[in-house]
């Protein structure tokens, strides 16, 4: 989940502490096979993941770090899922003696993100100079490591060659067992794939008014604000999502309705979708622009 967001802050801020971090194996059908059989059936794909992940570490480290991320102000939600994250996890691993870490980002509340770090540095038990000089660096490694990412994609974004732009969440999209399936077929294909996520985040932010001035999930708002930053650089647009997912089920309807003169292809992957029946479309979708930019 959002390990994909923030694995640069989390590792920099509990190294810069002296500890240790272990991070789950990549996604494969073990782990979300234990996640499913963990979560209830109408939790999004990934969720199931999440909880086989969760499963891995227990027993495996001190603490577990399931964050709370509710908002980061007004009109600028995180899914639902996420406020309730660390009192499912707790509640669900509440027989394993395992001991969970949590941090509490709620800025309608006051709760901002480096108050949170602060709180969570208390609950470790460190020195307040200590945790302040470790979130520092770990904003600092978080927003090089994103800017090196957005002017990577920027420079792709510059080649000759078919393009198509990936819009989903970056869990989704970054996960080895679902999305990179994705973008790895692509490249196979000789497409030069690129994603609506790896933009500078503000700039998303502001654009995607120009989509939707209502949308209120801030991940969704980043997708958007990618999607009118690169609709007139790509051949076609693929929206990825996890079965079944609340804010996409609307984002995408918005996205296909309002976003015109490119192929969109809306891609739903569930615990059951193979391999094979992914790639077929994806073949399809390839030849379909191949075909109207006449390289076929
Ligand atoms: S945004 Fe969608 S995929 Fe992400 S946690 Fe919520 S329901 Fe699941």
Not at 166 to 187: C, F, M, N, Q
């Amino acid at each position: 989940m959002l390990y994909y967001r923030y694995r640069t802050l989390w590792r920099t801020f509990f190294q810069e502490l002296g500890m240790e971090v272990k991070a789950s194996s990549p996604t494969n059908r073990e782990v979300l096979e234990h996640g499913t059989a963990l979560a209830i059936d109408e939790a999004c794909l990934s969720l199931k993941i999440y909880l086989g992940h969760v499963a891995e570490l227990i027993g495996e480290c001190d603490y577990i770090l399931v964050p709370r991320v509710s908002n980061f102000g007004w009109h600028r939600n995180m899914c639902t899922r996420f406020e309730a994250l660390p009192d499912l996890v707790r509640n669900m691993f509440r027989d394993a003696d395992q001991a969970f870490l949590s941090y509490d980002l709620d800025v309608l509340e006051k709760r901002d993100e480096k108050s949170a770090f602060l709180e969570m540095g208390r609950q470790l038990g460190c020195p307040v100079r200590e945790v302040k000089r470790a979130y520092k660096l770990a904003k600092k490694a978080e927003q090089a490591h994103n800017k090196e990412r957005v002017q990577k994609q920027e420079r792709l974004s510059k080649q000759e060659g078919l393009k198509i732009l990936l819009a989903g969440h970056s869990y989704v999209l970054e996960d080895p067992y679902i999305g990179r399936t994705v973008t790895g077929y692509l490249k196979e294909s000789g497409v030069i794939p690129l994603r609506a996520d790896l933009v500078d985040r503000d700039g998303a932010l502001k654009r995607s008014r120009e989509l939707s001035p209502t949308c209120k999930w801030e991940v969704s708002r980043e997708i958007l604000g990618g999607i009118v930053q690169y609709r007139e650089n790509v051949d076609g647009i693929i929206l990825v999502s996890a079965f079944p997912c609340g804010p996409d089920a609307m984002v995408n309807e918005l996205i296909a309705r309002r976003v015109k003169g490119v192929p969109i292809l809306n891609l739903v992957l569930d615990s059951q979708t193979g391999t094979a029946g992914v790639e077929t479309r994806l073949e399809s979708f390839i030849d379909i622009i191949r075909l109207k930019r006449g390289t076929l």
